[in-house]
């Protein structure tokens, strides 16, 4: 299961690596294998034919162009690797690096060195996307959430806490995922939201920070202030604003204001990080692992430990949390490459599509895997994706109705 990640950023027109990033046991290419790589694309557009995926034995390599200017290449030796992850992989870190340093120096690469400089700046977002997380954000381009019991106390706190901080655009995040954000938060671009969040959750802790960004489709080449304030450590509140008003302005006359009355609930999210929902819920014992998709929303909520249980007090049978994330990841892949693919749409980038076997005619709304250590199901509506990961020992003739009642359960208990 174990695998090495190499990320290279080159300039198209000169070849120049701009910078290398990686993950797991891998070492720093030789320039010779870099030039190899680019060389075989920048080959097979000159004879009009579009590289986009290779694979060996133990390797999957994408390529791919943004703006006719940046070059990204990714190799994987990871287990989950696929197109759909490597390519959707490829669109979030040129999206973060327009986010930190903006469009126009992307596209106008009149000095490379400096260039390089300034992508320094986006190394820990980029490091994060690169890392297997408690979000999976990266992977369904949807945000990930935490549904507090406190929700609209917390709404309304945002609300009136944004108002007067003179914005339309603010969230409160734990640990990196959405408990509650403002209505123009939530028009944000799917990939915009994701990555601000990845940003927040990617960054040290810090009681306050005056960031500015670049929105990669609503603001490439004008930057924003990101304002962020830390209400208990893990929990952070943020803004989108312009020049005012000032972070100080805000830490000193607003935060303690607005937030000190609601410290309660704001612990009580904190709880709440690794089941994402209230553990009050009664799942079926058989779940180990649960990713729920509201569609129309881009929002999902994704655990591991869906009944709030430690692994040290798990069956010694039940998979590791790096397993079961790999599980879930690739279940993932399969149901929206295979069974459930999306509509293309100008806001969300067409599914890679496996072709079905000749006179497969219908459309199927729900699909299983069964394997030696562990079991999984998915379901789609026309709102929400749900998939889960079972024991192995769970029967698999059980498993719709497990699904079935599980997906009714948490969509009228869970307001999301």
Request: net charge negative; with cysteine.
């Given at each position: 299961m174990a695998g090495s990640v190499q990320l290279?950023?080159?300039?198209?027109?000169?070849?120049?690596?701009?910078?290398?990033?990686?993950k797991g046991e891998s070492r720093q290419l030789p320039f010779s294998v870099i030039g190899s790589l680019n060389?075989?694309?920048?080959?097979?557009s000159n004879q009009d034919?579009?590289?986009?995926?290779?694979?060996?034995?133990?390797?999957?390599v994408c390529w791919r162009v943004f703006r006719d200017s940046i070059t990204l290449i990714v190799m994987s030796s990871e287990e989950d690797a696929s197109d759909l992850y490597l390519s959707r992989l490829l669109d979030n870190v040129f999206g973060a690096m327009v986010l930190v340093i903006g469009l126009d120096d992307l596209v106008n690469l009149k000095n490379v060195e400096r260039l390089k400089r300034e992508?320094?700046?986006?190394?820990?977002?980029?490091?994060?996307?690169?890392t297997a997380s408690d979000w999976i954000g990266d992977l369904t381009l949807c945000v990930d959430c935490i549904v507090s019991p406190d929700a609209a106390i917390l709404q309304e706190a945002l609300e009136v806490?944004?108002?007067a901080a003179q914005s339309n655009f603010g969230c409160l995040m734990v640990m990196g995922k959405v408990v509650v954000a403002t209505e123009k938060w939530w028009r944000l671009a799917a990939q915009e939201v994701v990555l601000l969040t990845w940003l927040v959750g990617s960054l040290a802790p810090n009681s306050s920070r005056d960031y500015p960004i670049y929105l990669p489709q609503g603001s490439p080449t004008v930057p924003h202030r990101l304002l962020t304030f830390q209400l208990v450590p893990g929990v952070d509140v943020c803004l989108l604003c312009g020049p005012t008003p000032s972070l100080q302005q805000v830490q000193t006359e607003l935060v303690e204001r607005f937030w000190n009355p609601v410290l309660e609930p704001l612990k009580t999210c904190l709880s709440l990080h690794?089941?994402?929902?209230?553990?009050?819920?009664?799942?079926?014992?058989?779940?180990?692992?649960?990713?729920?998709i509201n569609r129309e929303q881009n929002k999902n909520l994704f655990t591991l430990q869906p009944h709030g249980v430690e692994?040290?007090?798990?069956?010694?049978?039940?998979?590791?949390?790096e397993r079961r994330r790999s599980v879930l990841r690739q279940f993932y892949t399969l149901a929206v490459s295979?069974?459930?693919?999306?509509?293309?749409?100008?806001?969300k980038p067409a599914v890679l599509l496996e072709e079905f076997h000749a006179g497969f005619t219908h459309s199927p709304t729900e699909c299983y895997v069964a394997a030696d250590d562990h079991k999984s199901y998915g379901i789609q509506t026309r709102q929400h994706q749900l998939l889960l990961t079972f024991t192995p020992e769970t029967p698999t003739f059980t498993l719709r109705n497990i699904a079935t009642k599980t997906l009714n359960l948490l969509t009228k208990e869970v307001p999301f």
């Open positions: 290279l950023c080159l300039a198209t027109n000169s070849g120049v690596p701009l910078y290398c990033r990686s060389g075989v694309h920048m080959f097979g034919v579009l590289l986009t995926s290779t694979c060996t034995d133990n390797t999957r992508l320094r700046a986006c190394y820990k977002l980029i490091d994060s996307l690169l806490f944004v108002a690794q089941c994402t929902f209230p553990i009050c819920i009664p799942l079926h014992h058989s779940i180990i692992g649960l990713l729920l692994s040290s007090q798990l069956p010694a049978t039940v998979l590791s949390p295979a069974y459930f693919p999306a509509e293309a749409s100008e806001d």
